[in-house]
């Protein structure tokens, strides 16, 4: 085995090692990124959404009293609001949702699938859990859902949702008296979950990793040619240019000629040795044949 495929057998081993550290290494990195992309996405859906149950509140529901006396208005409740600005824009990125779940809502269409009753079960067990994220897989990719708990802290939402007795009778005559009502203070009775696709994320992040790897491995083959090049002209040529005379010197050649190299590095070093010695030799031949 020459000394160029030892030395190649040695940086490829090299750089294995350093690749396989490097793509471990940065395949966690660039994948917590696109997760921590992805929850940002959702934690702006939810503050638009809690912006507007905001405003709702404090705005649009003191102006609308007089009217809820006569007919009740949905447009008046937080969470019909909230969900129904999100859905505007849900609508042209259909694999994004937001929902305000319940277990047992006043409107049918708010209440929990199983996994979301998870959540809302998870904040119910954990008072003190603020934010819960979830990753669930999908026909379309995996999907990750961060929700956060709605819990009854206005003692005014009670006069809503305790019995149908004590609701507003227009709002019983809206939705009945089979659903939302047996609320109680300080419970958490749902929780706003935002969905968020991770597919983009994920396949940028791939694409990003790939590209990486891709980009280490073009600086390594730039690397070895030139390593090669310099340890061809630099070393290997000489030796085999010494090797070359020290082969017509032992054949009995002894006017082959001197090999000359400028530098004062260990190989120019080695040749004004291998000549000093060659020198020697041949005077050492030419006294014994005297």
Same mark, same amino acid.
């Given at each position: ?61 003191? +102006? ?18 909230? *969900? ?18 319940? +277990?047992?809502? &006043?409107?049918?269409?708010?209440? !929990? ?12 067990? &954990?008072?003190? +859990? ?54 109680? +203070? ?30 280490? !491995? ?15 002209? &630099? ?36 040749? *004004? ?18």
């Amino acid at each position: 085995m020459g000394l160029r495929t030892k030395f190649n057998l040695v940086l490829l081993a090299a750089f294995l090692v350093g690749l396989t550290l490097a793509a471990g290494l940065s395949y966690r990195v660039i994948n917590e990124n696109a997760r921590r992309e992805v929850a940002q996405e959702a934690a702006i859906m939810i503050a638009q959404a809690t912006a507007v149950r905001s405003y709702t509140t404090k705005e649009i529901k003191p +102006l609308l009293a007089e009217q809820m006396k006569l007919r009740f208005l949905p447009h008046t409740v937080p969470s019909w609001a909230a *969900q129904t600005n999100l859905r505007a824009m849900t609508a042209q990125f259909p694999d994004y949702t937001y929902k305000e779940a319940a +277990l047992n809502p &006043t409107n049918p269409a708010d209440r !929990a699938t199983d996994w979301e009753a998870d959540i809302i079960a998870e904040f119910q067990r &954990t008072a003190s +859990l603020k934010e819960f994220t979830h990753i669930r897989d999908t026909p379309a990719g995996p999907i990750m859902s961060v929700a956060k708990p709605i819990r009854i802290t206005d003692k005014d939402c009670l006069s809503c949702h305790t019995t149908p007795a004590m609701a507003p009778a227009t709002m019983v005559d809206l939705y009945g008296t089979a659903n939302g009502y047996g609320w109680k +203070l300080n419970e958490v009775i749902g929780a706003q979950i935002v969905s968020v696709p991770m597919r983009v994320a994920l396949d940028r992040a791939n694409q990003l990793f790939v590209a990486y790897l891709g980009g280490l !491995a073009a600086v390594f083959a730039v690397t070895l040619l030139l390593l090669n090049l310099a340890l061809h002209f &630099t070393i290997i040529r000489p030796i085999r240019r010494m090797s070359s005379i020290a082969n017509e010197v032992s054949l009995g050649n002894a006017d082959a000629a001197e090999f000359e190299m400028a530098g004062k590095d260990e190989v120019a070093t080695l040749s *004004q040795s291998f000549n000093r010695m060659r020198r020697s030799l041949a005077n050492a031949m030419r006294m014994l044949e005297s």
